[in-house]
T-cell receptor, first 110, second 112 residues
Framework: GENVEQHPSTLSVQEGDSAVIKCTYSDSASNYFPWYKQELGKGPQLIIDIRSNVGEKKDQRIAVTLNKTAKHFSLHITETQPEDSAVYFCAASSNYQLIWGAGTKLIIKP | DAEITQSPRHKITETGRQVTLACHQTWNHNNMFWYRQDLGHGLRLIHYSYGVQDTNKGEVSDGYSVSRSNTEDLPLTLESAASSQTSVYFC???????????FGPGTRLTVL
């Protein structure tokens, strides 16, 4: 079955700098790769996603890139702000089931 | 507004007791999911349903059961709670044919 690895587990960046979180997956049949943000005490919320027929997608300060050959995808956050502090999860999916990475705690230092 | 709710938000129970966690969504979504979240493991799928009377086992289904008698609800039952089932449980739903899942606020369960 699918296995998703996520790195790093904790990332601390200066406010205004960029943050990059990376994930690898094992199942070449996976075709949907979402990123979720989880704030303390809340459920995860989708922030951006990408499908296997696209290499990059951008939405304001966040972007996701996908390398199908290498089976890895990354989340990029530019001009980080205090409200970006949260836990971020990547996931990989086929047939509407999500397999999740272990999460990255992003800390934005003032 | 349509939403997904979970109850209770916090529960403390004893080993061996039966526990049921409720999940209710008003979006009329066909697909519903139960996950548990533990530090270092992300979210792991327990059970899922693609419609009324449909239920399927996920990655960590042992000791859990679900039933889907209507579109709105997917209760999760722990038949005989164990300390290893102490966790935060999340319910999610998605429309038929969609990959995006919408999550409830979670239930923190402690088994003593």
């Amino acid at each position: 079955g699918e296995n998703v690895e996520q790195h790093p587990s904790t990332l601390s960046v200066q406010e205004g700098d960029s943050a990059v979180i990376k994930c690898t997956y094992s199942d070449s049949a996976s075709n949907y790769f979402p990123w979720y943000k989880q704030e303390l005490g809340k459920g995860p919320q989708l922030i951006i996603d990408i499908r296997s027929n696209v290499g990059e997608k951008k939405d304001q300060r966040i972007a996701v890139t996908l390398n199908k050959t290498a089976k890895h995808f990354s989340l990029h956050i530019t001009e980080t702000q205090p409200e970006d502090s949260a836990v971020y999860f990547c996931a990989a999916s086929s047939n509407y089931q999500l397999i999740w990475g272990a999460g990255t705690k992003l800390i934005i230092k003032p | 507004d349509a939403e997904i709710t979970q109850s209770p938000r916090h529960k403390i129970t004893e080993t061996g007791r039966q526990v049921t966690l409720a999940c209710h969504q008003t979006w009329n979504h066909n697909n519903m999911f139960w996950y548990r979240q533990d530090l270092g493991h992300g979210l792991r799928l327990i059970h899922y349903s693609y419609g009324v009377q449909d239920t399927n086992k996920g990655e960590v289904s042992d000791g859990y059961s679900v039933s889907r008698s209507n579109t709105e609800d997917l209760p999760l039952t722990l038949e005989s709670a164990a300390s290893s089932q102490t966790s935060v449980y999340f319910c999610a739903s998605s429309p038929a044919g969609s990959d995006e899942q919408f999550f409830g606020p979670g239930t923190r369960l402690t088994v003593l």
